[in-house]
């Protein structure tokens, strides 16, 4: 019973005190994704409740015929040193620090070569606009959090067909990002530009947690090429 | 969480799996080689807002021809893109009725397309378990439908249903003029 006991006791206080000790000594970073956003957030301190004074109740004054005496003169004395000023009280160590910040990735937009009227069994070279590489730096209660991200590519061609990617494609004369179309018609293209990464926080780089997915939309009209003979 | 439509039934009806029925609709499927693509294209789009007024006017489909027309003709892309542009805020219920209607009645082979239109006015109305139970039966028509695959990765990103309504808005006077001009 009484090593039960002392086991129950042990393991009460060791969880709630490691993981206080973690955050209490150095900071927590955590790096994640939530509703395609990239959120920051930095914590320093017992993690805990925030500290808070012991409230202790004040008795309320009893009234009483009694009158105090009156009180006696204050000697003056000259000061000769200068006046204590008003020191800010120096943050306790139980005192906790968090903070949060919000990123946005780059967004994308469709194009395409020829803009005019493509042809059907022509390629079609598409690309869009945005970076192969996004990073930033940010600072949360004094830590340099650096984080990078990397976009793959989706592209659905309207056509039935569609391309796998980690290449934004470029204009000609790049062709990394070509399509034929087989039919002319008018085409709703989508892209899906699919953001992973990770973060590092004092020389310890982890992944961020989640991805970011970003949609866009273009519409792409594909012409026949009608023949014309002449003498 | 659920949702008033959560538990709607977009499973078959009867008339699905009416041979008369199939081969109407069968009769109005455009072939995408088709020397007068143009025109059945300009069909099938014409068809679509002739059903939405029937729709908006008497609550039901009362011409089984016109039902089929539509079903028929949203084999091809281009009717299909641009019956995906076609609803409004005043005309959503009106929409919703009917493409609900016409995936129940979608003969095998032509449920995708019917589907993923559902699917895209589920997202928008916020009940994204419908909108991916409306996919799942275009899935299993068409595995490897195009906007079956592309809606599942735009409503898998999260992606806000005012944006989506808005692409559409902004994609359907170009699929409209593609078809029309």
Redo the contacts between chains.
């Keep these: 019973m009484k090593r039960l006991l002392i086991l129950i006791l042990l393991i009460g206080f060791s969880i709630p005190t490691n993981a206080v000790a973690d955050c209490s000594t150095k900071a927590c970073v955590d790096v994640f994704t939530e ?2 956003q990239i959120i920051i957030t930095a914590r320093k301190g017992s993690g805990g409740a925030a500290t808070k004074k012991p409230v202790v109740a004040t008795p309320k004054p009893k009234p009483t015929l009694w009158f105090p005496p009156k009180p006696k003169p204050v000697p003056t004395v000259k000061r000769t040193y200068k006046p204590r000023t008003k020191v800010k009280k120096v943050a306790a160590q139980s005192i906790n620090l968090s903070d949060r910040i919000i990123k946005m990735v780059p967004t994308s937009t469709i194009a395409y070569q020829p803009e005019f009227e493509p042809l059907v069994h022509v390629p079609v070279i598409f690309w869009c606009d945005v970076p192969t590489f996004f990073q930033s730096q940010v600072t949360l209660i004094g830590e340099v959090i650096d984080f990078a991200l990397r976009p793959g590519f ?1 592209w ?7 391309l796998q990617t980690t290449n934004p494609g470029a204009p000609y004369p790049n062709q990394k990002i070509t399509h034929t179309y087989k ?1 002319p ?4 293209v ?1 892209l ?1 530009a699919t953001w992973n990464g990770d973060f590092s926080h004092q020389g310890v780089t982890r992944a961020i947690s989640g991805t970011i ?3 866009s ?1 273009a ?1 792409i ?1 594909v012409v026949s090429a009608s023949s014309r003979f002449t003498k | 969480m659920t949702t008033d439509y959560e538990e709607l039934s977009i499973a078959s009806l009867p008339l699905a799996s009416d041979a008369r029925f199939i081969e109407l609709v069968k009769s109005f499927a455009v072939d ?2 088709a020397s007068e ?1 143009s025109d059945k ?1 300009r069909d099938g789009a014409t068809a679509v807002i002739d059903l939405a007024v029937e729709f908006e006017k008497f609550g039901v489909a009362s011409n089984p021809d016109l039902v089929a027309r539509v079903l028929g003709r949203l084999s091809d ?2 009717v299909r ?1 641009f019956a ?1 542009g076609t609803h409004t805020t005043e005309t959503f219920e009106t929409y919703w009725r009917m493409w609900h209607y016409l995936l129940q009645i979608a003969p095998i082979g032509y449920v995708a397309p019917v589907a993923t239109l559902f699917a895209t006015l589920a997202y928008e109305r916020g009940d994204t378990p419908l909108a991916y139970r409306s996919l799942e039966r275009a899935t299993v028509d068409a595995p ?3 906007l079956t ?2 809606l599942r ?2 409503f ?4 806000p249903a005012a944006a989506f309504a808005a ?1 559409r808005i902004e ?1 359907h006077p ?2 409209t ?3 029309f001009d």
């Design positions: 509703n395609n989706v659905e061609f309207g056509d039935g067909t569609s039919q018609g008018t085409y709703i989508g899906v997915k970003i949609p939309f519409v009209t | 995408p080689n693509l294209q892309i281009q893109d995906l490897i439908y195009s695959v592309l990765r735009v898998g990103s999260g992606w692409m994609l170009k699929v003029a593609g078809i």
